[in-house]
């Protein structure tokens, strides 16, 4: 019930910040920040509000109380030519084959052989693996993670990011030694003998 107040708390805050730009009888939803270093400095969140932006984009909020602006979702790029944003190492605008990455010396994305060739299929560890699949991140176990783009660094890397919620609270991210296992409180405690 506290969870459903915060969240049309929070809708009402954004409503009433960006009533004057919005069209009429728009709904938007809060976006939590994945990097905790990008939060603005007054605790606003990026909101999705697709009466306002364009597809693949959030509508971030400024510095300035009544600054807001529509921009990429986190991990995605802006193509100028389409004028869109598209996810990285994804086909978008480009032809079969081929996905959209940003190269480290430049500040507009490229078109690049997919050395995979299939859209959503890319390289690591010498394989050709799916994004958004927990199968190559099993080495983490018992930490879920799946593997995705890092939305600050733009590389492809196993990302925890799925949190399962117990009656005890959240399982903590850590591993037993051995010879101990987790509890349900969710301490590591010496196997009995």
């Avoid at 909101?47 to 364009?54: E, I, Q, T």
């Avoid at 052989?113 to 690591?124: G, I, M, T």
Wanted: charged residues 20%.
């Amino acid at each position: 019930m506290c969870s459903l107040n915060i969240l049309m708390l929070t809708c009402l805050v954004i409503s009433v910040a960006i009533a004057n730009k919005m069209p009429k009888g728009s709904i938007g939803f809060p976006e939590p920040e994945e990097d905790p270093n990008l939060v603005n400095k007054d605790n606003r969140q990026p909101v999705f509000l697709p009466a306002m932006c364009p597809e693949n984009e959030l509508y971030y909020p400024g510095d300035q109380k009544d600054d807001w602006i529509c921009d990429c979702r986190p991990a995605y790029l802006f193509h100028p030519k389409s004028d869109s944003c598209w996810p990285a190492y994804r086909k978008g605008p480009c032809e079969d084959g081929h996905y959209l990455v940003l190269k480290s010396d430049s500040a507009i994305p490229v078109c690049e052989r997919n050395p995979c060739s299939v859209d959503s299929y890319v390289l690591f560890n010498g394989r050709c693996e799916r994004l958004a699949d927990p199968v190559p991140c099993r080495h983490l176990w018992p930490i879920p993670a799946t593997l995705a783009v890092n939305s600050t660094t733009l590389a492809i890397g196993c990302r925890s990011h799925i949190n399962f919620p117990s009656r005890f609270g959240e399982v903590p991210p850590q591993i037993c030694p051995p010879g101990c296992k987790r509890s349900v409180n969710g301490k590591c405690v010496p196997i009995a003998a």
